[in-house]
């Protein structure tokens, strides 16, 4: 079964990055544009939660439930209980680096089912992909926990561009690892 690994750091204690994950608007945020979230259902963040949406992929609509387990302090994990995919497991693991800086690791087991289905999503749920993806969400993670000061003077201009700059990093990353 095919995982993926995905870790940063963001200068915010440990706590602020657990609060924000247990938002119940974090999946719209952290999600990346053309990727659009239409929330049906979201209860606060808890062992045997759910999460129903549909993540739009430009005008092609997935339906997805999503339960969530081993909620504490240092993470959860949600698993996907219908969906596109065979199978998508995915933890997050919060940890404390100092008092003022927290480690975020997303690992993500995945499957495609067989057939024409599997081929769609492969499209969509592969390395790469999953980069772009937990990409943007280490840039917005950093972006909604940075003081509101910082995100004024990032909105003046900057943030467009460190967006773009962090996409043609991955771009750039991806296509060494190839050669």
């Known amino acids: 079964m095919p995982r993926f690994s995905h ?29 659009f979230i239409q929330l049906h259902r979201f209860e606060p963040l808890a062992d045997g939660a759910e999460a129903e949406f549909t993540m739009w992929f430009g005008p092609l609509p997935v339906r997805w439930v999503a339960v969530h387990s081993e909620v504490g302090p240092e993470g959860f994990v949600d698993r996907q209980v219908r969906g596109p995919l065979a199978r998508w497991r995915h933890r997050h693991h919060f940890a404390a680096v ?7 690791t997303d ?18 749920f592969n390395k790469p992909g999953l980069a772009l993806l937990f990409t943007f969400r280490k840039w917005a993670t950093r972006w909604y926990l940075r ?22 990093l991955l771009v750039y990353r991806q296509l060494r690892s190839a050669q």
Do not use: C, M
Request: glycine share 8%; charged share 20%; proline share 7%.
């Open 7 to 35: 870790t940063f750091t963001v200068g915010a204690p440990l706590n602020a990055v657990v609060a924000l994950h247990h938002d119940t608007r974090i999946l719209k945020r952290l999600t990346p544009p053309p990727l």
């Open 107 to 124: 690992t993500v087991d995945y499957l495609h089912r067989s057939g024409w289905r599997g081929r769609l999503t492969g499209l969509f």
């Open 98 to 104: 100092d008092a003022e800086n927290t480690r975020v």
């Open 147 to 168: 003081p509101a000061q910082a995100r004024s003077q990032i909105r003046r201009g900057g943030a467009l561009t460190a967006l773009l700059r962090a996409v043609l």
